[in-house]
């Protein structure tokens, strides 16, 4: 394509031959194609700027309309994008120029009807670094976009939109609560929702989408209004039972659990997670535990298949990773005030009762001793684990919880629980690595606990009932000589 036959006549003689002339280019497109090369490296960046080139690109693009003059604006952007990348002398005169509202009316254009995924990721592009040179270029963009054009933006459903919009949105937010607190607002929480919506439907590329959860989920506390923004229509926040025969959760909430499953697992020592954040998961929870009434034995991990089941495994496991904060970091103020709060909500009495209601691992079942017609009874009412690694799940969160905590070791006894915990320290092909967690689950339970250790050792001497080998747990049962009762000796 030569210069004369550029359907943007609009173009005027003074950009085109500035443009020619810093490029040694006697065609357009060869030109912004040698110039987008050049400002690949740090030297060559410094050079145009110092050359005033972003300026007369501004002018160019204003010069162009879409979708005819796709290719030069394309171009346009990818050169304007380079040119801002770590060059703080572009990213001031890209503000100075308003290109902010002239990249964003192009992105505008370019996301109505059918969206041209190449242009808007590009355009995005050129936001994006320019919004890494500091607070003026970032109130500028934010400005502009938030809160209808950031909307437009997100609904674009491609992979290589999704990144660049988030790293716009969480670097304008960076530091600033204000920001976030908009954004997940009434007015802005349509933003993040369509963003999740976007990433469930065609998957994330770049770890801006898992940083902008991690700060709006686990750092702030935005999680609740963001989750029951994905509801079903008509979904009940409040977790209470919903009608007709659709399951209980959106295809969205799982994704987002999923991710901020993922996430938090990554971030552990990192993250203390708000109160209101660890009660909102243990209330979906609650809410999810209905699937367990018809649910079949699931033949997989996470993910089944099954939303509601996933909704289940999902916030299981934050649970379990909310409560072993304590037992990485030690159990400073802020990570007990988390898990006490969980407690005093009723976890430990809640996960008793599911484990309990299970029907016991194969092993045990298969070594209880008892008339046919009453096993088969037992068998009927109890419920198999909805998805491999269940009971493996319930039992990590409840030993996270046994942590230094002498509250919860005597709850459990109280409540019948020691036999029920020493039955998890087995293999159980349907629970991967059940065993060690149950051995991890009865240290912390009798730690330092005198009753729960003499009520174990009674446990061992009794032989009518299934208790684990004591010896792999690091113990032993002796006979007190003054007393003549049993006791739990550490031999490791």
């Not at 359907?7 to 500035?18: D, F, I, K, N, R």
Request: glycine fraction near 8%; include cysteine; charged fraction near 20%.
């Amino acid at each position: 394509m030569d210069n004369t036959t550029l359907p943007e006549c609009s173009v005027t003689e003074h950009v085109l031959q500035a443009l020619l002339s810093v490029s040694n280019s006697s065609i357009l497109v060869d030109s912004l194609e040698d110039l987008v090369q050049v400002c690949k490296t740090a030297d060559g960046r410094e050079d145009l700027s110092a050359k005033n080139v972003l300026p007369t690109v501004i002018q160019l693009v204003q010069s162009l309309s879409y979708p005819s003059g796709h290719y030069l604006l394309t171009l346009s952007f990818r050169l304007l994008r380079n040119l801002c990348a770590g060059e703080v002398a572009n990213q001031n005169s890209f503000v100075e120029q308003n290109g902010v509202a002239i990249i964003s009316n192009i992105l505008s254009s370019a996301s109505s009807l059918e969206p041209d995924f190449g242009i808007i990721c590009v355009g995005l592009q050129v936001l994006a670094n320019a919004a890494l040179a500091g607070e003026r270029q970032q109130h500028a963009i934010w400005l502009q976009l938030f809160s209808e054009n950031f909307v437009a933006l997100a609904r674009v459903r491609s992979q290589k939109t999704c990144g660049p919009l988030c790293m716009i949105i969480y670097v304008c937010c960076d530091g600033i609560p204000e920001l976030v607190a908009q954004l997940c607002g009434d007015c802005g929480v349509t933003i993040v929702k369509e963003i999740v919506k976007t990433a469930a439907a065609v998957g994330f590329g770049e770890d801006w989408y898992k940083l902008l959860l991690s700060r709006i989920c686990l750092e702030e506390p935005y999680f609740r209004p963001l989750f029951f923004s994905l509801q079903h229509v008509g979904g009940n926040e409040n977790g209470e039972d919903t009608e007709g025969g659709q399951e209980s959760f959106s295809e969205e909430q799982e994704f987002l659990l999923k991710n901020v499953s993922e996430i938090l697992n990554e971030r552990l020592n990192e993250i203390t997670v708000p109160n209101d954040f660890a009660l909102c998961v243990f209330g979906i929870f609650k809410n999810s535990i209905r699937v367990l009434s018809y649910a079949t034995r699931g033949r997989s991990g996470l993910p089944t298949g099954s939303i509601d089941i996933d909704v289940l495994g999902y916030s299981l496991t934050i649970l379990r990773d909310i409560c072993a904060q304590g037992t990485l970091r030690g159990c400073t103020v802020d990570t007990m005030d988390v898990v006490d709060a969980l407690i005093s909500h009723g976890l430990i009495e809640l996960l008793l009762c599911l484990l309990h209601d299970l029907e016991p691992p194969a092993i045990i079942k298969k070594s209880v001793n008892q008339a046919k017609d009453q096993e088969g009874s037992n068998c009927s009412a109890s419920k198999p684990c909805p998805y491999k690694g269940f009971r493996r799940d319930i039992v990590g969160v409840i030993g996270n919880c046994l942590y230094g905590r002498k509250i919860v070791q005597d709850e459990i006894r109280r409540k019948d629980g020691l036999l029920l915990l020493l039955q998890q320290c087995v293999t159980d092909d349907d629970n991967p690595y059940l065993r060690e967690w149950g051995i991890w689950c009865v240290r912390n339970l009798l730690e330092r606990n005198q009753e729960n250790q003499q009520a174990v050792a009674e446990l061992e001497l009794q032989g009518s009932v299934d208790v684990p080998d004591l010896a792999r747990l690091g113990l032993r049962v002796e006979m007190n000589p003054a007393t003549g009762r049993p006791k739990l000796v550490n031999i490791s």
